[in-house]
Each structure stands twice: as structure tokens, then as C-alpha cells.
């Protein structure tokens, strides 16, 4: 169904224009003013990141160091290298108490020996969890582990000490903790007594992350470490968020947070693993992430500086919604404003469009009155604008000249449609005029028609001038698709020409075995064999070679038929031997190349006198069986585009084309249809399309390139089949076949009534009306002009 075309006023379009066109310019400003807000909010967030990021640098720094000093204090000291017994105190045990009570983010100091001893001091209070798992009161303070061997065993001592070092309780288990086997030993033992500081890694006694620090006292096979609970960083970094909002994370380089404000909802919503791919490949200080659906984050990026080769990188991450909240408002205000201007605006606006509209509108009446040809009732509009003054003038000139327009119009067309096909008949000498003279045989048989009131003609009339010139220019245009139809398949006169005769290339074959057949009757001699039985011998295979060659020529020629024992001897004669001694490979276009699948051949070369090889078959390529399907094409489709193959072309039963150049040539219906149907053409003359091709198909549905039957055809469609026919049978200017006498042509027309392929009532009309003897008369040489009795076919 179609739908009705929706048009617009003036008067409401140009207004909306203008409050378009206005309202465009307060957005395009209040976009402009929303990045100059936002650029401003991203630098002083920039700004405000730089210098948290340099006091947590400085903070980390000081941190690092303060613990390394730790180490570097105790390790010189005697009393470390102790390992005591569980019922002795560590004679620095104090010391090591008031440095944890100092340092509240150390959760513990420890020494270990290769020997597998280990001495470690716990602080209680930094772990709820840890006071469960030992069973720890209120009253114990510290947490003592001792582990050595004793009685070939080794074992964990376990003392919960108060906070004024009395021992509360001891525990003895047996302990397969090695310190020497620990990473952080291990690290600390090769590393030249400097302190080193581990990855973040679980604590074996509480359910938390933390890192160790760790040296290895001078000449000695003992280690010291302290360890570090993240979760007194993270408190840290939770400190120094400057919004609620504001996300501080550290990680290392192989993407492990070491502390964040807020662990788990950092790895929720700031893509931390992204943002070291980006850290490592660009330097970078912001990066916008779509993390959630509509949801964006600034992030400010920075690395730590240490005197540890593990190198910890920092990340600050807030909404930019958040940054952008105290602009939006201003902008919202703004565009409030406006709003209100807008709309007290368009009352003015919509005045001012009357002023233009009004004279268009009385324009327009005079327009209408053009487009029904009422040209003498045209007036001049009284207006004060220029412009509309002129374009009033300009329609009164317009309508004085498109009258003489519209007289000139059909004479053009009808010449270039003339144009047209005389350029097609003047394309091929094999076309003639084909296609001037259909039309007037078509509308000469059309006439006849349409003053016959009997039988299938009783409702057909040809009255109106526009009725005959839509069937003449359907005749004119019925062959119109042989514009695409290669000149030398319209033309091909023998079975192997192409762009040339290849009989000529066959030829020379054929000398070649000739002047082979001499050369070896002369090296026979030489070498002692009978003269005279050489030259007989001779003299006979020249003969044959002769008489097979009189028949590939005789064959080249094409007839109304082939017999099979006459393809059997091709087939014998193509297995003749020759050689080949150039490179055929070599001097070929692009295509030509492409087809070659063998392309390193090697000469010389033994080859059969004649060849089907694959580089003769051309693909069909760019075929859409959708757009065959849309057209209602039932052709059959040959699987190559052409078959170039000697032995194949030279065995064509019937005249010179094969099944592929027919198609190609049949294809100018295809052709024909598809351009016909893509033409405007107006009301008049819509049926062009429809005459134009249907004059290769049958009352059968045999034809093509529809396979329509007699109820699907036209009276003038199965008109111009006829007229088609009968001229192409009498045409005396297609160099390919004689031009049939008049009686020998009507006799084949016979023929194909019976068979239904052309309609018998026109057929009779045709006949008896007497318009194939005018036609005759006027068009056919006085030779072929002979005696008929239509008694025969009437």
C-alpha cells in the first residue's frame, strides 16, 4: 500500500526553522560552556590530586624508611642473635614491646636462623581475630613465638604475655614452620644485609594482607623482619580522601592493591588492572573509564618513589559526576534563562514568517494553475518584495513558454528514442535495421487490429495518439538490452571465432605438423631408410593431414545441423600430437593469467592438435539470484560465463553459438526488461515495459525470459512477437544467412502456430488484413517477393 506524501506549510516550517536555528545556538553555547567548566573542574582536580598524591608519596617514603630504620637499629645489637628457651625472656624483649607500641602498623618483629630457629614478638591489639584464634584476654598485651629443636623435635612455643610483660599462659605444639624456608629469609639472605621489602602477601596467623621487611645481620645466618599490616596504609589512605566519593588505592606493578580507603569497592568500580596497562606503556596523569552503565571516573595516576626495587604505583579515582555537580547547576540556570527568552521569542517570530509566507501562498496559486495548463488565467501577484516580484514574473514568462516546451518534448523523445535504436542496429552489420523496422511492422499489424471487431479483437482499439506511441516506442525499444551484448557473440559467423577466427590459429598447428612430418622423413633418410618409400609415405600424410584439416574448416563454418559421426571425427582428428616449444604462459592480460591454473609449465611441450583446457572456461561472476528472482527471470543459467574449448565449439550441432554465447545473446531480453522497468515512464506510456518483453516468449510457457503463457501476454505483446519474427526470417542485411523468400518465411510462422508459439489469430490477421504484403513490397528485394496462397494457413 502506498502511503499518502505528508507536506509541510510554510508559515509553521520556517518557523520552526527559526527556533531551530536558535534554539541550535543556545545549545551549541551551552555545550561549549558545559567543556569549558568541565576542562576547568578535570585541571583543578588535577591540581588537588598533585598535591595528595606528593603527601601520600611523602607519607609511603617516610614509612618505608622508618621501618627500614627499624632494622637497621636492632640488627648491630648482640642480644638479637638470641633465640631463647621457653622458660627465658629475650633479653631485648622491652625494646622490641616499646617499638611496637610505637608503631602501631607493625604487626609484629621476628628473627629466624638457617638452623630453623625463630623468635617473633606480636602485637594483640592489632587483630580481634588474632586474640580469638589464641584464646587472648583482655589482659594479655603480646604474643610471644619461639620454635627450636628439642629431643630431635622441633617445637612452637606459644606465650600470651601482659602488658606488663608477665607471662599469662604458654602453649607447647609441634611446629613444621622453617624460617629459612620463607621468602622473605630467603630474599633478605642474598641480599647483602640491605634491607628488602616484600610483595603484599596473606599472614598465616590472621585472615589479612601485609608485607615484610626484612635484613640479614652482619656475618651472621640469622634474618630480621617486621611485618606490616596493609590495613593500617588503608586507614591512612581513607584519611586523606578529600570527598566521601574520592577511591586511593597503592598496587604493585604486577596489579596487586596494596592498600586502598576502600579495598573491596575499588575492585568493584576502578578497573585498577587497566590502569597499569595504560601506566606502563604512556605517561599519564588523568584516564576517563566507563565503569558502570553511564558511569565515568577521573582518575589521577602516580608512582612511588623508594629506595625498594619493588616500586608501588598510586591511583585516585572519583565520579566525574561528583566533580562536575557544582557546573551542572550553573549551567542549569543558564539554560533556564533561555528557556524563557525562547519562549517569549516566537510570537515575533511567527509575525514575521506571515510577512514572507503570504505572497508564496498566492503564488502557489498561480503554480497550480500552470500544472493544469490553465496558462491564460496566469496573473502577476501584487507584493512589496523584490524577490517575490521576480519569481511573479518569472511563472507569467514560464507560463507563456511551456507551452511551446511541452509541443517540442515528445518530438526529442521520440528522436532519441530513435537514437537509440538505430545506434543498436548500427552496432552489429548482423542486426541490420532490425529495430526500425519492427515498429513499423508492429503498428501496421496493430492498426489491422484494431479495426477488426471480431474475435479476440472485438475490444481492442488503437485509438489515441498516446496508445499507438506507446506501442510504437515499445517496438522501437524492444531489443534496447543489446546495447550490453559483446559485439563479436552478435557477430560470431564461425564456431571458433572470439574477438577473431581462431581457425587461423588451428591452421598453423597444422603446418606445424606438416613441416614436422618433412623434417622427419628427411632425418629417416639420413639415417638409411628408403627414399622413395620415405617420400610416399609422405606424400600420404600430407594428404590426410590436408583432408582433416578441409574438415575442422568445413565444421568452423556452422549448419543447420551436425551429425555425430562428424563429431567423432573431430574428436579423432583432435588427438593428433604436435609440440609446443614457446612459453604460452607468457604475454597474456590479467584474465587470461588468472585462468591458467598450471602456470609453471615446461617446454618443449607435446599437446593435442585440438584442446578443451580449463583456462577456456571463463567464470560467471557477479551474478545475484536475488535480483533474477525479482524480475520473474526462469532462464536457464549456463555455469560458465563462456567455454572457449576448441573441440567444444568446433562439435556445435546447430549453427556457430554455444550454450553459452546463446544465453548471452538471449541475455539481451534480461537486459531489455531491467532498464525498461527502471525508466520513469508516465502514465501514458507505463505499459512500455510490458509490450517490450514479451517478444521472445511463447503460448506455452517455452519462451523466455519469463516462460509466460498466452493468458499472461497482451494483444500487442504477442503482436510484436510476430512482427519480431517475420523480419527477422525476410531481413536481406545479416551477412550469417540468406534473407528467406516471403512464402518460405510465412510457412515457418506456420510452423511455430502449431507448435503455440505465436498466436494463430493474429497470424490470421496478419494474412488476411494484407499487411505482410505491404510490408513486403516496401521493405523485401523483388527476389524474395514470390508466389503465396495463404488459402494454406486461413
Not at 630457629?117 to 589482659?139: C, M, P, W
Not at 523466455?704 to 500487442?716: A, G, H, N, V
Request: net charge positive; aromatic share 10%.
Amino acid at each position: 500500500m502506498k502511503h499518502k506524501k505528508l507536506f509541510l506549510k510554510i508559515k509553521p516550517t520556517i518557523s520552526v526553522i527559526l527556533v531551530f536555528l536558535i534554539s541550535s545556538v543556545i545549545v551549541t553555547t551551552l555545550s561549549l560552556q558545559y567543556y569549558f567548566f568541565k576542562d576547568l573542574a578535570f585541571d583543578a582536580t588535577k591540581n588537588n590530586f598533585k598535591l595528595l598524591s606528593e603527601k601520600i608519596e611523602q607519607k609511603i617514603s617516610s614509612f618505608d624508611k622508618a621501618n627500614s630504620n627499624i632494622l637497621k637499629t636492632i640488627s648491630p645489637s648482640n642480644e638479637m642473635q638470641e633465640f631463647p628457651l621457653a622458660n627465658k625472656k629475650h633479653s631485648l624483649l622491652r625494646q622490641l614491646t616499646v617499638i611496637l607500641n610505637n608503631n602501631k602498623h607493625i604487626y609484629a618483629i621476628y628473627a629466624g636462623n638457617k638452623n630453623g630457629n625463630f623468635y617473633e614478638v606480636i602485637n594483640l591489639n592489632i587483630s580481634k581475630d588474632l586474640r580469638k584464634k589464641y584464646n587472648a584476654t583482655n589482659e594479655a598485651r603480646w604474643l610471644i613465638i619461639k620454635i627450636y629443636e628439642e629431643d630431635n623435635k622441633r617445637y612452637q612455643y606459644e606465650q600470651l604475655l601482659s602488658k606488663n610483660l608477665k607471662v599469662l599462659d604458654t602453649k607447647r605444639k609441634l611446629s613444621l614452620y622453617d624460617p629459612s624456608n620463607r621468602p622473605w629469609f630467603k630474599e633478605a639472605f642474598t641480599s647483602y644485609e640491605k634491607v628488602i621489602k616484600t610483595k603484599p602477601y596473606q599472614y598465616t596467623n590472621i585472615d589479612q594482607l601485609g608485607i615484610t621487611y626484612a635484613k640479614k645481620i652482619h656475618n651472621k645466618d640469622i634474618v630480621l623482619g617486621l611485618d606490616v599490616s596493609l590495613e593500617s596504609i588503608s586507614s591512612f589512605l581513607n584519611e586523606q580522601a578529600i570527598i566521601k566519593k574520592n577511591e586511593i588505592f597503592l598496587f604493585h606493578e604486577d596489579e596487586e592493591i596494596i592498600a586502598s580507603a576502600n579495598i573491596e569497592k575499588n575492585i568493584k568500580v576502578v578497573p585498577y588492572k587497566k590502569l597499569i596497562s595504560f601506566a606502563k606503556n604512556k605517561k599519564i596523569d588523568k584516564i576517563h573509564f566507563n565503569i558502570e552503565k553511564e558511569k565515568e571516573y577521573f582518575v589521577y595516576y602516580s608512582l612511588i618513589h623508594s629506595e625498594f626495587e619493588i616500586k608501588d604505583h598510586l591511583a585516585i579515582a572519583i565520579p566525574i559526576d561528583t566533580i562536575m555537580r557544582p557546573y551542572i547547576s550553573k549551567i542549569y540556570n543558564s539554560f533556564m534563562i533561555t528557556i524563557m527568552i525562547l519562549t517569549l521569542s516566537v510570537p515575533l517570530i511567527w509575525y514575521a514568517t506571515k510577512v514572507l509566507v503570504d505572497p508564496i501562498q498566492k503564488l502557489e496559486k498561480e503554480n497550480i494553475k500552470i500544472m493544469n495548463r490553465d496558462y491564460d488565467n496566469v496573473n502577476l501577484i501584487k507584493t512589496r518584495i523584490k524577490e517575490y516580484h521576480e519569481l511573479s514574473q518569472s511563472l507569467y514568462k514560464m507560463s507563456i513558454s511551456i507551452r511551446e516546451f511541452e509541443e517540442k518534448q515528445e518530438e526529442l523523445m521520440d528522436s532519441f528514442i530513435q537514437l537509440i535504436a538505430s545506434a543498436i542496429d548500427a552496432k552489429s552489420k548482423y542486426t541490420g535495421g532490425h529495430c526500425e523496422r519492427v515498429p513499423i511492422l508492429t503498428i501496421a499489424l496493430a492498426n489491422a487490429a484494431a479495426a477488426c471487431d471480431e474475435g479476440i479483437f472485438k475490444e481492442f482499439n488503437l485509438s489515441t495518439k498516446d496508445q499507438k506511441r506507446e506501442l510504437s516506442i515499445a517496438a522501437w525499444l524492444h531489443d534496447c538490452g543489446k546495447v550490453t551484448t559483446p559485439e563479436y557473440v552478435v557477430d560470431k559467423a564461425t564456431k571458433l571465432e572470439t574477438i577473431y577466427n581462431r581457425i587461423h590459429e588451428i591452421r598453423t598447428r597444422f603446418e606445424v605438423i606438416h613441416r614436422d612430418l618433412t623434417i622427419k622423413m628427411y632425418e629417416n633418410i639420413l639415417a638409411g631408410a628408403n627414399k622413395e618409400k620415405e617420400e610416399q609415405k609422405l606424400h600420404e600424410e600430407h594428404a590426410k593431414l590436408f583432408k582433416e584439416f578441409e574438415i575442422i574448416a568445413n565444421a568452423n563454418i556452422g549448419g543447420e545441423f551436425m551429425h555425430d559421426e562428424d563429431i567423432e571425427k573431430i574428436n579423432e582428428i583432435a588427438q593428433r600430437k604436435w609440440t609446443k616449444y614457446f612459453d604460452d604462459t607468457i604475454g597474456l592480460s590479467y584474465d587470461e593469467r588468472n585462468r591458467i591454473k598450471d602456470i609453471n609449465r615446461f617446454f618443449p611441450k607435446e599437446e593435442k592438435l585440438l584442446c578443451d583446457k580449463n583456462e577456456h572456461l571463463i567464470e560467471r561472476k557477479h551474478f545475484l539470484k536475488e535480483e533474477f528472482d525479482k524480475y520473474n527471470f526462469k532462464m536457464e543459467i549456463p555455469k560458465y560465463l563462456y567455454n572457449l574449448g576448441e573441440v567444444y565449439n568446433l562439435t556445435i550441432k546447430k549453427g556457430t553459438l554455444s550454450e553459452e554465447e546463446r544465453f548471452k545473446i538471449n541475455e539481451h531480453m534480461i537486459m531489455t526488461i531491467k532498464m525498461l522497468e527502471q525508466l520513469p515512464f508516465p502514465k501514458n506510456l507505463k505499459r512500455v515495459p510490458e509490450y517490450a518483453a514479451a517478444h521472445h516468449e511463447t503460448l506455452i510457457g517455452t519462451g523466455y525470459p519469463r516462460k509466460l503463457k498466452k493468458e499472461d501476454m497482451s494483444i500487442p505483446a504477442r503482436i510484436m512477437a510476430i512482427a519480431d519474427i517475420f523480419e527477422a526470417l525476410t531481413a536481406a542485411d545479416r551477412p550469417y544467412k540468406e534473407a528467406k523468400k516471403l512464402s518460405e518465411s510465412l510457412k515457418i510462422l506456420s510452423f511455430m502456430v502449431k507448435d503455440e508459439h505465436i498466436d494463430e489469430d493474429i497470424f490470421k490477421l496478419f494474412l488476411t488484413s494484407g499487411v505482410y504484403m505491404t510490408y513486403a513490397k516496401k521493405y523485401l528485394k523483388e527476389e524474395q517477393i514470390d508466389e503465396v496462397d495463404i488459402s494454406k494457413y486461413v
